[in-house]
């Protein structure tokens, strides 16, 4: 029999196969806890010792931190993928299609802020379409509210904002 630790890294591994590109990492934990396969403990360990053996990688952008399959992650999955039974394939697939909408927009266009070493604040704008960066922007500004609302507007206007830049650049 499988040991449950291991059941578990095949589950991130085959969420973080399934989707073309990064996965926020709270999303691949509430895969498999939200439909009561493990707890929250449990899943970061798996996701840990994962990462430790370098079969995914992470990111941090913000306050949001990103997980990407390896080479020997998707070499791993494709050698084991036969031990994780259709019916939990089935519930992670159908999980993340219904999260699709919101890992489109999550990965789409992503803002944060700083403060940069002479005190002012750094707000970092990024908009990406299928992983290609599309647009990648620092303002500096000079207080931090400034700077939380540009991140907030960013979220809201980015598509606006990007058609007006490329309207006015080419």
């Known amino acids: 029999m499988q040991e449950p630790l291991t059941l578990y890294k095949l589950m991130i591994l085959y969420i ?26 449990t899943a970061q360990t798996a996701i840990a010792e994962l990462s430790e053996g370098n079969f995914i990688r992470s990111c941090t952008e913000g306050d949001c931190t990103w997980l990407i399959i390896e ?8 050698l084991f993928l036969g031990s994780l039974n259709e019916e939990i394939r089935k519930d992670l697939t159908n999980y993340l299609k219904s999260k699709n ?6 990965s789409s266009v992503i ?9 002012e604040f750094e707000a970092h704008l990024i908009a990406r379409d299928r992983g290609n960066t599309l647009a990648e922007l620092t ?32």
């Open 111 to 119: 803002s944060n802020y700083k403060r940069s070493p002479n005190g």
């Open 16 to 41: 973080l196969d399934s989707v073309n590109g990064p996965v926020k990492k709270t999303l691949a934990c509430e895969c498999i806890i939200e439909q009561n396969y493990t707890d929250y403990l």
């Open 139 to 170: 303002l500096i500004v000079p207080d931090e509210e400034i700077a939380s609302n540009i991140c907030k507007n960013w979220k809201k206007n980015s598509a606006e904002i990007y058609s007006y830049l490329t309207e006015k650049l080419f």
């Open 71 to 78: 080479p020997d992650g998707a070499k791993t999955l494709s």
């Open 101 to 106: 909408q919101d890992m489109r927009n999550d």
